[in-house]
C-alpha cells in the first residue's frame, strides 16, 4: 500500500503502526523519525517564510486578504499523481496547519487513480488515540493500531497515577506569542493528567486569542510557552513578546521561575501520539516527577535559564 501524508501528525501515526517504509510522499514539514523520512518525497511547500517572520506577521499574513487558510501551502499536484497513492492523509481541522481535506479531495479527483483521502479531525486526547486505530483500520494492521493504543493509553494512566494526591498548579499554555493564544483541544487534557489545573481554555475547544489582562487575572502558578509550529529555538527568539509586558514580572508563574519553553511541534501542537510525551514531560514540569524517559533540555526548558 502506498502512503503520502500531508499532515505532521497522520506520518507520526504511520511511523508509530510501523509503516514508515510505505510512505511515498510527505509535507515539508513532516520531520519524524528524522532518518526514516528524510529520504520520502515532499509534495507540499509553504507561502511563508516563518523563520524571516515575526509572530505578528505571520498572524497577520495568515488573516489578511492575501491568505485564507490551507492556501498559505501549496500542494505539487503533478508529484502526487505520478507517486499513484493508495490512501492520502489528510485532515479538516485547522485551517492554517496544513493542506485542507477539500483541497485534496479535488485534487485526488483529477488523478487517474483508485485513491482514497481519508480526513483526520481529532480534538481531544481520546480522538488522538483512536485515530490511530482509524489509520491502522485503512492500513490493513487494525489489531497492531488496537495494541499501540492500549499501550499509549497506559502511558498516560501511568502518568496521572505518578502525580496524583498532589497539590494542582493553575497553569496558563500559550499557543501563539502575538497575539497570545491560549492552547486548546487536547493541550488542557495533558496539563489535567500530568496533575494541573488549566486556565484559559476547555478540552477539545477551538480556541481564540486572548488578551494580556485575561492572563494577569488567572494569575497562573505556571506558564507554558509552546507556540505553534515553533521549536524552542524559535520561541526564544521572540521571548520579549513577553517579558516585556506590562506587569511580566507581577505574575506567580514569573516570581517562581515556573515560565516553561516547550518544544509545541513535537508535543503538543500536532494530535499525533507523541501527545503522550508531552504528558509526561509535564509532569516533570509540573511536579518534577519522572514518568516516563527523562526529560531533556530540548524538550523542556525555564525561560529564565534560557540562553540569550
Known amino acids: 500500500m502506498r502512503i503520502v501524508s500531508l499532515l505532521p501528525a497522520a506520518t507520526d501515526l504511520v511511523a508509530e503502526l510501523g ?7 510527505r509535507t515539508h514539514e513532516c520531520d519524524w523519525p528524522p532518518r526514516e523520512v528524510a529520504a520520502v518525497p515532499v509534495v507540499t511547500g509553504a507561502d511563508l517564510d516563518q523563520d524571516r517572520l515575526t ?3 505571520i498572524s497577520d499574513a495568515v488573516g489578511g486578504s492575501a491568505h485564507s487558510g490551507s492556501s498559505l501551502y501549496t500542494l ?3 508529484a502526487l499523481a505520478t507517486l499513484r497513492p493508495d490512501v492520502v492523509l489528510t485532515q479538516d481541522l485547522c485551517e492554517v496547519c496544513a493542506v485542507s481535506y477539500e483541497r485534496v479531495s479535488r485534487t485526488v479527483r483529477l488523478l487517474d487513480a483508485d485513491t482514497r483521502v481519508l480526513s483526520l479531525e481529532p480534538r481531544t486526547l481520546d480522538d488522538v488515540l483512536d485515530c490511530l486505530v482509524t489509520v491502522g483500520e485503512v492500513l490493513g494492521v487494525r489489531e497492531r493500531a488496537e495494541r499501540r493504543r492500549a499501550e499509549l493509553r497506559a502511558r498516560l494512566d501511568h502518568v496521572r497515577a505518578s502525580v496524583a494526591g498532589r497539590v494542582r498548579p493553575r497553569v496558563v499554555a ?5 497575539p497570545l493564544w491560549p492552547a486548546g483541544h487536547w493541550v488542557p487534557e495533558q496539563i489535567a493528567y500530568a496533575g494541573g489545573e488549566p486556565l484559559l481554555a476547555a478540552p477539545g475547544e477551538h480556541t481564540k486569542p486572548m488578551t494580556w489582562e485575561a492572563v494577569q487575572e488567572a494569575r497562573p502558578d505556571v506558564v507554558l510557552v509552546l507556540p505553534c509550529g515553533f521549536p524552542p529555538e524559535r520561541t526564544l527568539r521572540e521571548r520579549d513578546l513577553l517579558t516585556r509586558l506590562p506587569g511580566w514580572d507581577d505574575l506567580p508563574a514569573v516570581r517562581a521561575n515556573r515560565v516553561w519553553v516547550l518544544d509545541g511541534p513535537a508535543y503538543f501542537n500536532r494530535p499525533g501520539p507523541r501527545v503522550v510525551r508531552g504528558a509526561e514531560v509535564l509532569a516533570h514540569v509540573l511536579h518534577d516527577v519522572r514518568a516516563g524517559a527523562v526529560v531533556t533540555s530540548a524538550e523542556a526548558r525555564p525561560l529564565r535559564d534560557a540562553p540569550e
Do not use: C, F, K
Open 174 to 178: 500559550i499557543e501563539w506569542l502575538d
Open 55 to 57: 509572530s505578528r506577521e
Open 19 to 25: 509503516l514508515s517504509a510505505r510512505l511515498v510522499g
Open 76 to 78: 505539487d499536484t503533478e
